[in-house]
């Protein structure tokens, strides 16, 4: 039997936590022969605290061989102790009438705290994923935070919309799911990112070729993936939730499984385009489990670089706006 690894996640009693940490508990996302033990935070106020409790209540109730242990804390130095993967889910959600800027502000806040004390008490080998929006912005300021823990190990999950992509492009083509490959997403986790249909492929063929239809790439499928968010809002009344922890459970068995290709918002270096320092979308791919290399090949057209300057100078705004949080 191996080893026990810890795995905290935050935002544990949401709508994106309940939908996430049975998931993690059944082994979807570390392998089905990995014990874990799952250390889970809210914020230390009753209502959150009591709702933990439930959702611990119902973990035991499921009876998961997997599950050797649980603590359930308001105390961010707790949950992160020891911890393999920490997973940043809990965030603020923005108010009426609140400006992106306060919005930016206000998480901010969330993410200085929880990279120090990541810093201060995770395992050495600690990996960070950042879900909580705006999540970019977040995991550079969280990883700003932190000395011991290189910026490698912090990133911001972008697969939803790589999900998101892959599905329409399906459906558009009439394929079946596993035939779109080679879809990346660039850039910011909001509705300026670009899912790079232009390297994308359909059954090993360019996808532009299969679909055979420039303008509606161009013109409705970008905006229909940038905006799915915004539209499952509309349909549900609620943001999404069980497709949002089924892209943190592929996000990190993906980061865990040696030569997976897959999208992740990681420290852009400069590449593609983007600005130094930024965390922006792009490809990586696994070479060791928590251990990625981006993928730097693709060459990109005058569109795709359009797109790319245009999510940059998101990133670079929202930088602008959190400066004074940067380690
Ligand atoms: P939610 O509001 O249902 O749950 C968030 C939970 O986090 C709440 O229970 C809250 O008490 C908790 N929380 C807030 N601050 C915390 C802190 N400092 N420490 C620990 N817990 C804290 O929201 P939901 O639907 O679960 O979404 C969570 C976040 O994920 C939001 O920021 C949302 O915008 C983001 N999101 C990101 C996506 C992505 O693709 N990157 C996709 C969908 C949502």
């Known amino acids: 039997m191996k080893k026990p690894i810890r795995v905290a996640v935050t935002g544990a009693a949401g709508n994106i936590g309940y939908a996430l940490v049975f998931r993690i508990a059944s082994g979807e996302m570390f392998g089905k022969d990995q014990p874990l033990i799952l250390q889970l935070l809210e914020i230390p106020v009753e209502g959150p605290q009591k709702a933990l409790k439930g959702v611990a209540m119902e973990l035991e109730d499921c009876a998961f061989p997997l599950l050797q242990d649980m603590v359930l804390t308001g105390d961010a130095n707790v949950a992160f102790k020891d911890a393999n993967w920490c997973l940043l889910v809990g965030s603020k959600p923005r108010g009426p009438g609140m400006e992106r800027a306060d919005l930016l502000k206000d998480n901010g806040k969330i993410f200085i705290a929880q990279g120090q004390a990541i810093d201060a008490v995770a395992a050495d080998d600690a990996r960070v994923a950042v879900v909580g929006n705006p999540c970019n912005t977040n995991v550079m300021i969280a990883a700003s935070q932190a000395k011991r823990l290189t910026a490698d190990r912090f990133t911001a999950m972008v697969r939803l919309d790589e999900n998101r992509g892959r599905a329409l492009l399906a459906r558009k083509a009439g394929v079946a799911i596993d035939e779109v490959s080679d879809l990346f997403i660039y850039g910011n986790h909001s509705p300026t990112m670009f899912a790079d249909f232009t390297h994308a492929k359909i059954g090993g063929k360019a996808a532009a070729e299969v679909i055979g ?115």
Do not use: C
Request: hydrophobic content about 40%.
């Open 213 to 327: 239809d420039e303008a509606w790439l161009k013109t409705e499928y970008l905006p229909a993936v940038g905006k799915r968010g915004a539209a499952v809002i509309e349909a549900r009344g609620q943001s999404s939730a069980a497709s949002a922890a089924n892209a943190l459970v592929d996000h990190v068995r993906d980061l865990t499984t040696v030569g997976q290709v897959h999208s992740a918002a990681v420290n852009s270096e400069g590449r593609y385009g983007f600005a130094e320092g930024v965390w922006a979308g792009m490809p990586v791919r696994t070479t060791a489990p928590g251990t990625y290399e981006v993928i730097t090949g693709f060459e990109m057209d005058a569109f795709a670089k359009s797109k790319i300057a245009l999510t940059n100078d998101e990133l670079v705004g929202e930088r602008e706006t959190v400066k004074d949080m940067l380690g």
